[in-house]
């Protein structure tokens, strides 16, 4: 049942969900006065419980649960092997937290055009390898799966890494693989605005153990330590300890709490119903909005796999697709246009600030300058004329699973009739 707590902010799905079972676990975790997810069995810990259930569900081998979709990011690079002054490509519409969990490691983002599907351009990926290139970071934006077949192609033959940044994507599918399995890793947000949430969250799944062990060092400055302290045993068998020892590095702490972990838990036991009925939704939008003269839907590298929590339509340019949105919005349908150059909308690399810009909290420069490997580009607002294109031209719609059937009626009807009056 699903509990309205008034004044908070939701961009509906997961949130809207948060009830009796979220609450229950809650308080499950708290009054077993222990937040901490280690010195516990994987049954007694819901973090661990979590990353079970997203392993089954997904088919991956390897699940760890982090703090946030960043740290995901960030620990899947260390898993992957970046390191100071590699390139990694991104794309020019994400997120700025995709682009800044690799410069994080020191690491440069090497911003790639995204194509119709507003995900990243596997001709273009190609384009901008250099021999400093060690990573792929494709990003399944609004829910919508990248061409994938052709980005893990490019990376088999250049030889590169690729870690899929899953945070606007949890439960979508690639030909029938889970997102993040594709590539070498993938990493998700439980953030509030995501399809589900715990407040803040994430998680990295993999098939590989050693990009998994990697991620795991580096999420936890002391993870051996709990691992071997662990009732379970975790580490019990004294040889695995004495490799896990000669294997550890440095790491932060992006440690996932038993709160957040019970939250996801319940959260990703509703996912699946969530998109079941968003993906229902797409599906009728889509068809309608397939009638509109001069309008084009957003091209997809697989309709079956997709969230359905967006859509975007495309008109022929910027000027047409403000008067087509406001004529649409006249008829009471709500959508709009995302491309400004006055509102700094940090999912686009236009306004992503402190990149353009080179920023460093760092007195030598590091990593732009006074590392072992300078950067070697420049960045500017000019650079992904194909990105602003594709996203000036856009109409975007948001969809949440709670669009009751006579709400949706009443938008396919007002598309008929904007449809009628364009032509
Ligand atoms: C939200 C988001 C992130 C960052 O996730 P956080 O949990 O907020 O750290 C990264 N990439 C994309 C595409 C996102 O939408």
Redesign the pocket.
Known sequence: MAVTFSGHVSAGLGPEEIGDEEIAAVTAVLKSKNLFRFFKSREESYVARLEDLFAEKAGAAHVLAVN??????ISGLVGIGVSQGDEVLVPAY??I??AA?VLALGAFPVVVEIDGSLTMDPVDAERKITPRTKAIVP???RGVPCNMEAIVDLARRRRLKVLE?C??ANGGSYRGTALGLLGDAG?Y???H??IITSG???LLVTNRKEIHDRAAIYHDSAYTFWMEKNIEGELSDPEEIARWKQACFLGENYRQSEVHGAIGYEQLKKRDAILARTRAIKKKLRAACEALPGITPEATHDAEGDCGISLALFTESEERTKEVATILKAEGIRCGTRFSRHVPDR?LFYHWDYIMEKRTLHRNGFPWTGGARPCQMEYSKEMCPQTLDWMSRGIFFSIGHLMSDRYLDEVCRGIEKVGKALS
Do not use: I, N, R, W
């Not at 946030?68 to 990011?73: D, I, N, R």
């Open positions: 946030s979709g960043t740290s995901a990011l994400t997120y937290a995709t969990a990003v399944h934006m940044d945070a606007q990493a947000s439980f953030q605005f995501k803040e969250g994430g999912h």
